[in-house]
């Protein structure tokens, strides 16, 4: 729902141009000449293909998979991608067949021939004939390119396809689960599976097919082979099958350590997700060295599992290059074995045929072994999510109706088979109807019951009208303040301008220079509490609906705003409604036409306030008499200074906006890169084996060159019946070296070549553990303004997606780019190849030069368009509840399909001017081995068979790996730009935690303020202004204000999250001379917010083991938590939703009352609580805490009217500081018109 009003995009020219053009890839020549005169940016992508669209794709899963449920079938993935795409996959496997085929009988033949041409003596090949010969190899080898590049655009246009299909189906299935299993499902694990998972469909895709196409070419090779030299092609071919197994096996086990790095990986994405988004807490509690050493561990784990992963792939590599040298050997030598005479012209028919069975055997094979070993493990995980049960929703009617109604009749629910409620029976009707109770009793899963997020174990749940819904907890969206509250709803100026009234909004919009256009931050986090909560409401109330459930929605307000909107709102403006509205206000019972009193799941009473007198709720009721929440003027003045915040830091920005980086990417980023992997010295080594690997495979390639020379020789002895005996023994003597050299040059390549891949992936694993290490350690160090101006999505896409690119792509890169500087070496000394090798070189490099600086702005805004789609799926289950409430499902899924729609045209484009490059640089090729043939026949003198299939057999090999690995070197820059981002985010503005660390501070607890100021980022307006005040050893100093008037603010200034202005002391030392991590451990806080994190109670309470086990029992027992808490290790899941609000707000007073502190500060630690509970903790704190220093920030005026002196803040300055009485004999001023509309005086 991005307000943004969305580009008009140029329609893709393959949409668009001719046949001619797409196949040659002409359309990308003004691309290329476009990106190479300036840096392109997000308008320049074109239209997504049609055929593309991530809608159109993802409703084509899911009717599919909505077949198999109704037919009742198991379900399966792979049968889903096999009705899906299985027919369109195989047909692009059969051309690739009949392709492979006719290589494999036209090339060898014909190849054959023109080397036989150079035999001595021989006469069967005139030179015509030879220049026919020639005619075909070079036609040939042309058509092939042509088909090789389309046809590998195919499969990767076919694997864009599958991703944002599997994407989409996957973000609409997470917006149904039901809530149990969102739980056991974490966020981390679904951007896993949209990141990297989902990956490996395309990287099957593009080996998939040569797995079946592999075994029919071995059939064609076999025949081929055999009509030509008997049986000796079955020896050879035989061997190749008896090692298949081995690589099979092997294949499996890459499944296995896939699906346990996998697990690995969503552990660390879900711990760096957790950090993130408490980031402000973590900073709070000193906790950023213990959340870096978990990420960094699971990490550590993660990379060694990809280490060995990648080291068994490459194992696999090995068996099969080996394989092949040792299939060609025994082939050859049977054949002389069976006694017929070798010459030039059958080993290289026999070395070019079999050439294009082994690159599918030995290279294709393995890979599609592994690929099909990742598509198990991916398939596996993406199963269980497809697989999971979703929410069976029984909606109401669409349209409003006269009398809503809301049934539950005996409706138990149990999560886990633990019974949150039990045998509930309740019929609500039209009016305010009041559920309340203790923390912990069920009051918000009663409404999710009835929102049938749910599904009832017993009994059953009926709904007459439609549903409006606001969250406990507020969530917002990135996007336009408007957008949130409109929600997909129509606008309707005068409905919109009355809700903003009702909930007390209008003063805040006036003071923003956007006004409720503005952009609202991930999770509003530039938005105080109370603008939250009232924009979260707004949203609720903006939509006409008959039923409106409010879960707690009054309780981040101060006390007369919260007065006013249930005066306003709740009272008037939703009369005509049925409304149940969640409070542990009990204040509101008067006003309610119905209460209900919820206990351990049960309904312990319901009925009108006059049938309640006997319960406790009435004694409630009278403990909350000094709360201050049920009188209030007509007038809502909200008077809002950190609006003015958001006028200075909401810019009008591009929602989820990353910055892009421009120009080539620096020697610098390598330079990091090559020193995070262990120095140049180990570099140099590491290339030191890819010589030594080279050096012998090109000897191999020379021994091939003697032996056909030699067998030569050896045949035209046999036929002048030479019976020279001593020539005989030197002959045989020189065919035994070789045999013996090429049998050990074959063990020394497969070492080496295996030893240079595990070599290079140490050095990148060691770079990668690096590179996270230092990301993690600087973003968890991060001064707090970086995090209020970027988007956890954005962030969340440099850990998960470019630390994948890291991980995986670049080694293998730069293991072909290695390869291909190393042959381009040796091919150069040979004087054959020299002039038109560095000739051809040259021009390569010119073509990279020019089509590079496209392809890494397309690599870049690849990167960049990923962003906004992790962004938003994270964004989206955040709020899955309130989106389902809404019945905007589809808004959303529409919404996720345009990212995905935007970053697939990005990739597409990158793919595609890949693929033009490549077919550009293939093309030059084929001039290149057009030379090399040419000059052959045209300077024929004496020039042996041998050495003629050497050169030529060389050519095409040093042609296609050159292209390659200039390919890959082009390549290397682009996913280099993985590097420069995670090195980004290396250099951001670190706090200053340097300072003394005092013995024994603070003894007192005396706290300081001189002359503060303080401003946010790009700001020029203070937040808080000339704040001057002590607080003495002991003293309670309770913190009072309008919404936003700088209560929160001045918690951050004495936290150090924000430089200010002036000087804070504590104990007469100012807290800029002390080190940060000291200051804040001698501080603690109760949060407005109760974050939890996934792990053991000990691990939320005491993370850092400094605690004995009695201690932290000791902090729980105060806590009131003892009932709730079974164990130290029983474990919270993610986000502690398997506690309620309230009891999360326990574990957090149980974080504080443990580390023992002399300052405390209560951040509005009470407001979830119901009134019993709330003094319960206030006598804890009475008890606990009664010779420390506590701040306490409250908008119950009950939780500070005993405080020794109460600071009164409005527009960001200290209005009134004094004893409560003291203020409360002044009736002109604040805090006694505060007191006042509160009705306590």
Same mark, same amino acid.
């Given at each position: 729902?991005d307000h943004l009003e969305k580009p008009k995009r140029k329609a893709?020219?393959?949409?668009?141009?001719?046949?001619?053009?797409?196949?040659?890839?002409?359309?990308?020549?003004?691309?290329?000449?476009?990106?190479?005169?300036?840096?392109?940016?997000?308008?320049?992508?074109?239209?997504?293909?049609?055929?593309?669209?991530?809608?159109?794709?993802?409703?084509?899963?899911?009717?599919?998979?909505?077949?198999?449920?109704?037919?009742?079938?198991?379900?399966?993935?792979?049968?889903?991608?096999?009705?899906?795409?299985?027919?369109?996959?195989?047909?692009?496997?059969?051309?690739?067949?009949?392709?492979?085929?006719?290589?494999?009988?036209?090339?060898?033949?014909?190849?054959?021939?023109?080397?036989?041409?150079?035999?001595?003596?021989?006469?069967?090949?005139?030179?015509?004939?030879?220049?026919?010969?020639?005619?075909?190899?070079?036609?040939?080898?042309?058509?092939?390119?042509?088909?090789?590049?389309?046809?590998?655009?195919?499969?990767?246009?076919?694997?864009?396809?599958?991703?944002?299909?599997?994407?989409?189906?996957?973000?609409?299935?997470?917006?149904?689960?039901?809530?149990?299993?969102?739980?056991?499902?974490?966020?981390?694990?679904?951007?896993?599976?949209?990141?990297?998972?989902?990956?490996?469909?395309?990287?099957?895709?593009?080996?998939?097919?040569?797995?079946?196409?592999?075994?029919?070419?071995?059939?064609?090779?076999?025949?081929?082979?055999?009509?030509?030299?008997?049986?000796?092609?079955?020896?050879?071919?035989?061997?190749?099958?008896?090692?298949?197994?081995?690589?099979?096996?092997?294949?499996?086990?890459?499944?296995?350590?896939?699906?346990?790095? *996998?697990?690995?990986?969503?552990?660390?994405?879900?711990?760096?997700?957790?950090?993130?988004?408490?980031?402000?807490?973590?900073?709070?509690?000193?906790?950023?060295?213990?959340?870096?050493?978990?990420?960094?561990?699971?990490?550590?784990?993660?990379?060694?599992?990809?280490?060995?992963?990648?080291?068994?792939?490459?194992?696999?590599?090995?068996?099969?290059?080996?394989?092949?040298?040792?299939?060609?050997?025994?082939?050859?030598?049977?054949?002389?074995?069976?006694?017929?005479?070798?010459?030039?012209?059958?080993?290289?028919?026999?070395?070019?045929?079999?050439?294009?069975?082994?690159?599918?055997?030995?290279?294709?094979?393995?890979?599609?072994?592994?690929?099909?070993?990742?598509?198990?493990?991916?398939?596996?995980?993406?199963?269980?999510?497809?697989?999971?049960?979703?929410?069976?929703?029984?909606?109401?009617?669409?349209?409003?109706?006269?009398?809503?109604?809301?049934?539950?009749?005996?409706?138990?629910?149990?999560?886990?088979?633990?019974?949150?409620?039990?045998?509930?029976?309740?019929?609500?009707?039209?009016?305010?109807?009041?559920?309340?109770?203790?923390?912990?009793?069920?009051?918000?899963?009663?409404?999710?019951?009835?929102?049938?997020?749910?599904?009832?174990?017993?009994?059953?749940?009926?709904?007459?009208?439609?549903?409006?819904?606001?969250?406990?907890?507020?969530?917002?969206?990135?996007?336009?303040?408007?957008?949130?509250?409109?929600?997909?709803?129509?606008?309707?100026?005068?409905?919109?301008?009355?809700?903003?009234?009702? *909930?007390?909004?209008?003063?805040?919009?006036?003071?923003?220079?956007?006004?409720?256009?503005?952009?609202?931050?991930?999770?509003?986090?530039?938005?105080?509490?109370?603008?939250?909560?009232?924009?979260?409401?707004?949203?609720?109330?903006?939509?006409?609906?008959?039923?409106?459930?409010?879960?707690?929605?009054?309780?981040?307000?101060?006390?007369?705003?919260?007065?006013?909107?249930?005066?306003?709102?709740?009272?008037?403006?939703?009369?005509?409604?049925?409304?149940?509205?969640?409070?542990?206000?009990?204040?509101?019972?008067?006003?309610?036409?119905?209460?209900?009193?919820?206990?351990?799941?049960?309904?312990?009473?319901?009925?009108?306030?006059?049938?309640?007198?006997?319960?406790?709720?009435?004694?409630?009721?009278?403990?909350?008499?000094?709360?201050?929440?049920?009188?209030?003027?007509?007038?809502?003045?909200?008077?809002?200074?950190?609006?003015?915040?958001?006028?200075?830091?909401?810019?009008?920005?591009?929602?989820?906006?990353?910055?892009?980086?421009?120009?080539?990417?620096?020697?610098?980023?390598?330079?990091?890169?090559?020193?995070?992997?262990?120095?140049?010295?180990?570099?140099?080594?590491?290339?030191?084996?890819?010589v030594a690997a080279q050096l012998f495979i090109s000897y191999t390639?020379?021994?091939?060159?003697?032996?056909?020379?030699?067998?030569?020789?050896?045949?035209?002895?046999?036929?002048?019946?030479?019976?020279?005996?001593?020539?005989?023994?030197?002959?045989?003597?020189?065919?035994?070296?070789?045999?013996?050299?090429?049998?050990?040059?074959?063990?020394?390549?497969?070492?080496?070549?295996?030893?240079?891949?595990?070599?290079?992936?140490?050095?990148?694993?060691?770079?990668?553990?690096?590179?996270?290490?230092?990301?993690?350690?600087?973003?968890?160090?991060?001064?707090?303004?970086?995090?209020?101006?970027?988007?956890?999505?954005?962030?969340?896409?440099?850990?998960?997606?470019?630390?994948?690119?890291?991980?995986?792509?670049?080694?293998?890169?730069?293991?072909?780019?290695?390869?291909?500087?190393?042959?381009?070496?040796?091919?150069?000394?040979?004087?054959?190849?020299?002039?038109?090798?560095v000739i051809f070189l040259l021009i390569l490099l010119v073509l990279?030069?020019?089509?590079?600086?496209?392809?890494?702005?397309?690599?870049?805004?690849?990167?960049?368009?990923?962003?906004?789609?992790?962004?938003?799926?994270?964004?989206?289950?955040?709020?899955?509840?309130?989106?389902?409430?809404?019945?905007?499902?589809?808004?959303?899924?529409?919404?996720?399909?345009?990212?995905?729609?935007?970053?697939?045209?990005?990739?597409?484009?990158?793919?595609?001017?890949?693929?033009?490059?490549?077919?550009?640089?293939?093309?030059?090729?084929?001039?290149?081995?057009?030379?090399?043939?040419?000059?052959?026949?045209?300077?024929?003198?004496?020039?042996?068979?041998?050495?003629?299939?050497?050169?030529?057999?060389?050519?095409?090999?040093?042609?296609?790996?050159?292209?390659?690995?200039?390919?890959?070197?082009?390549?290397?820059?682009?996913?280099?730009?993985?590097?420069?981002?995670?090195?980004?985010?290396?250099?951001?503005?670190?706090?200053?935690?340097?300072?003394?660390?005092?013995?024994?501070?603070?003894?007192?607890?005396?706290?300081?303020?001189?002359?503060?100021?303080?401003?946010?980022?790009?700001?020029?307006?203070?937040?808080?202004?000339?704040?001057?005040?002590?607080?003495?050893?002991?003293?309670?100093?309770?913190?009072?204000?309008?919404?936003?008037?700088?209560?929160?603010?001045?918690?951050?200034?004495?936290?150090?999250?924000?430089?200010?202005?002036?000087?804070?002391?504590?104990?007469?030392?100012?807290?800029?001379?002390?080190?940060?991590?000291?200051?804040?451990?001698?501080?603690?806080?109760?949060?407005?917010?109760?974050?939890?994190?996934?792990?053991?109670?000990?691990?939320?309470?005491?993370?850092?083991?400094?605690?004995?086990?009695?201690?932290?029992?000791?902090?729980?027992?105060?806590?009131?938590?003892?009932?709730?808490?079974?164990?130290?290790?029983?474990?919270?899941?993610?986000?502690?939703?398997?506690?309620?609000?309230?009891?999360?707000?326990?574990?957090?007073?149980?974080?504080?009352?443990?580390?023992?502190?002399?300052?405390?500060?209560?951040?509005?630690?009470?407001?979830?609580?119901?009134?019993?509970?709330?003094?319960?903790?206030?006598?804890?704190?009475?008890?606990?805490?009664?010779?420390?220093?506590?701040?306490?920030?409250?908008?119950?005026?009950?939780?500070?009217?005993?405080?020794?002196?109460?600071?009164?803040?409005?527009?960001?300055?200290?209005?009134?500081?004094?004893?409560?009485?003291?203020?409360?004999?002044?009736?002109?001023?604040?805090?006694?018109?505060?007191?006042?509309?509160?009705?306590?005086?």
């Amino acid at each position: 729902m991005d307000h943004l009003e969305k580009p008009k995009r140029k329609a893709h020219p393959r949409d668009r141009n001719s046949f001619v053009s797409n196949i040659f890839f002409l359309y990308a020549v003004r691309l290329f000449q476009k990106g190479f005169k300036r840096d392109l940016g997000e308008d320049d992508l074109y239209e997504v293909l049609k055929s593309y669209r991530s809608k159109k794709l993802g409703d084509q899963l899911e009717l599919e998979w909505e077949k198999q449920k109704k037919k009742g079938k198991n379900l399966s993935v792979v049968r889903l991608m096999l009705n899906c795409y299985g027919v369109y996959y195989l047909y692009l496997g059969f051309v690739q067949l009949f392709m492979n085929v006719t290589e494999i009988v036209i090339r060898p033949y014909a190849l054959g021939k023109l080397v036989a041409y150079f035999a001595p003596g021989q006469t069967d090949i005139s030179k015509q004939d030879a220049y026919l010969y020639a005619a075909i190899v070079l036609g040939y080898n042309f058509c092939q390119c042509v088909y090789k590049h389309n046809y590998y655009l195919m499969l990767a246009s076919f694997g864009v396809k599958v991703r944002a299909a599997f994407c989409s189906f996957m973000y609409r299935k997470a917006l149904k689960l039901s809530p149990a299993h969102l739980g056991d499902i974490s966020i981390g694990k679904i951007v896993t599976l949209m990141t990297k998972d989902v990956d490996t469909f395309e990287f099957f895709i593009d080996f998939g097919n040569d797995l079946w196409i592999g075994f029919v070419k071995t059939l064609v090779v076999c025949i081929t082979l055999y009509r030509r030299i008997g049986v000796s092609a079955l020896v050879g071919v035989g061997f190749f099958f008896l090692i298949m197994p081995i690589q099979i096996y092997l294949g499996t086990k890459v499944t296995q350590m896939k699906l346990s790095m *996998c697990k690995t990986t969503d552990e660390r994405l879900q711990s760096t997700q957790e950090t993130l988004s408490a980031i402000r807490i973590i900073k709070m509690y000193t906790w950023e060295k213990i959340f870096d050493r978990k990420i960094s561990e699971a990490r550590k784990k993660e990379v060694h599992m990809t280490f060995k992963m990648s080291a068994l792939r490459f194992f696999i590599l090995a068996i099969g290059s080996l394989n092949s040298h040792v299939a060609f050997y025994l082939m050859v030598m049977s054949y002389i074995w069976f006694g017929n005479l070798v010459t030039a012209e059958i080993i290289y028919f026999i070395l070019t045929t079999f050439q294009s069975l082994t690159f599918g055997l030995s290279i294709l094979f393995p890979i599609g072994v592994y690929q099909t070993a990742e598509l198990r493990s991916a398939i596996t995980r993406i199963g269980q999510i497809l697989k999971a049960s979703e929410l069976q929703h029984e909606l109401p009617s669409s349209e409003i109706v006269t009398s809503p109604r809301i049934n539950l009749k005996n409706v138990t629910v149990s999560i886990h088979s633990n019974k949150i409620l039990k045998d509930i029976t309740i019929n609500i009707e039209k009016g305010l109807t009041l559920i309340t109770g203790p923390v912990g009793s069920g009051k918000s899963f009663l409404l999710k019951t009835i929102l049938r997020d749910y599904q009832t174990e017993e009994g059953h749940v009926t709904v007459q009208g439609t549903i409006s819904y606001a969250s406990q907890e507020p969530w917002l969206f990135p996007s336009s303040i408007r957008q949130n509250i409109l929600f997909g709803e129509k606008y309707n100026e005068k409905r919109y301008n009355e809700v903003l009234k009702v *909930c007390a909004l209008i003063y805040d919009f006036e003071l923003l220079e956007n006004g409720d256009s503005t952009i609202v931050e991930d999770r509003g986090i530039n938005l105080s509490k109370g603008q939250q909560a009232r924009i979260n409401l707004a949203r609720a109330i903006y939509k006409e609906s008959d039923v409106y459930l409010l879960d707690d929605s009054l309780a981040a307000l101060d006390a007369h705003v919260s007065a006013f909107i249930f005066k306003e709102c709740v009272l008037q403006y939703l009369k005509d409604k049925l409304v149940v509205l969640v409070s542990h206000n009990v204040k509101y019972v008067k006003d309610a036409d119905t209460t209900v009193v919820l206990q351990n799941g049960t309904i312990k009473k319901i009925g009108k306030l006059s049938e309640l007198d006997e319960y406790e709720i009435v004694q409630s009721e009278e403990k909350n008499e000094k709360d201050g929440s049920d009188k209030t003027d007509d007038d809502d003045d909200d008077t809002n200074e950190e609006s003015k915040l958001l006028t200075e830091t909401f810019t009008q920005k591009k929602v989820y906006h990353e910055e892009k980086q421009a120009g080539e990417v620096t020697a610098e980023v390598y330079k990091q890169y090559f020193k995070f992997g262990g120095g140049f010295f180990k570099l140099i080594l590491v290339f030191s084996l890819f010589v030594a690997a080279q050096l012998f495979i090109s000897y191999t390639d020379k021994l091939v060159s003697n032996w056909v020379n030699l067998e030569e020789r050896i045949a035209n002895q046999s036929l002048a019946n030479s019976t020279n005996s001593t020539i005989d023994d030197d002959l045989n003597q020189e065919r035994r070296y070789i045999f013996y050299m090429y049998s050990f040059m074959t063990v020394a390549t497969t070492v080496t070549t295996f030893g240079r891949a595990v070599a290079l992936l140490f050095f990148a694993r060691t770079a990668s553990l690096y590179l996270h290490k230092h990301m993690i350690t600087t973003i968890v160090n991060a001064s707090m303004q970086f995090f209020d101006t970027n988007f956890i999505g954005n962030i969340l896409n440099r850990f998960s997606k470019d630390l994948i690119t890291i991980d995986e792509y670049i080694p293998f890169a730069i293991y072909h780019v290695f390869r291909v500087r190393i042959i381009t070496l040796i091919a150069t000394v040979n004087p054959l190849f020299l002039i038109p090798t560095v000739i051809f070189l040259l021009i390569l490099l010119v073509l990279r030069r020019f089509c590079l600086r496209t392809s890494r702005n397309l690599k870049r805004l690849e990167a960049l368009t990923r962003s906004p789609v992790v962004g938003y799926l994270n964004a989206s289950l955040e709020g899955v509840t309130t989106i389902r409430a809404f019945k905007t499902e589809k808004i959303l899924r529409d919404e996720f399909d345009r990212h995905q729609d935007l970053y697939s045209s990005a990739y597409y484009i990158l793919v595609s001017s890949m693929r033009a490059f490549a077919f550009t640089m293939d093309t030059l090729c084929g001039f290149y081995i057009s030379f090399i043939v040419l000059r052959f026949l045209i300077i024929d003198n004496d020039i042996l068979a041998g050495h003629v299939g050497l050169a030529i057999s060389q050519a095409f090999s040093l042609t296609g790996t050159l292209q390659w690995g200039i390919r890959q070197w082009a390549e290397i820059e682009n996913r280099m730009t993985s590097v420069e981002r995670v090195l980004e985010y290396t250099e951001i503005k670190q706090e200053n935690k340097q300072g003394l660390e005092l013995e024994s501070w603070p003894k007192q607890g005396e706290v300081k303020y001189d002359n503060v100021y303080l401003t946010y980022t790009n700001s020029n307006e203070y937040v808080l202004k000339n704040i001057n005040f002590t607080a003495n050893p002991r003293e309670k100093i309770g913190i009072v204000g309008r919404t936003g008037a700088g209560k929160s603010s001045i918690i951050s200034t004495l936290f150090r999250l924000y430089d200010v202005e002036g000087k804070i002391s504590i104990d007469g030392t100012e807290t800029k001379t002390l080190s940060l991590d000291y200051l804040r451990a001698n501080i603690s806080i109760i949060p407005q917010d109760p974050v939890l994190f996934t792990g053991s109670i000990r691990d939320n309470i005491d993370p850092t083991r400094r605690y004995t086990d009695d201690e932290i029992w000791k902090a729980i027992h105060c806590s009131h938590l003892k009932n709730l808490v079974p164990s130290l290790d029983f474990e919270i899941v993610e986000a502690g939703s398997n506690f309620s609000i309230g009891q999360r707000q326990l574990i957090c007073l149980a974080r504080a009352t443990v580390q023992n502190n002399k300052i405390i500060v209560l951040d509005e630690a009470t407001a979830n609580m119901d009134p019993e509970t709330d003094e319960l903790i206030h006598q804890t704190i009475r008890e606990n805490f009664r010779d420390c220093t506590v701040f306490t920030v409250a908008h119950k005026l009950n939780s500070i009217l005993h405080s020794d002196r109460v600071m009164v803040l409005d527009k960001g300055e200290i209005i009134e500081f004094d004893k409560p009485g003291t203020l409360l004999q002044n009736k002109d001023g604040v805090f006694y018109k505060m007191v006042a509309k509160a009705g306590l005086v």
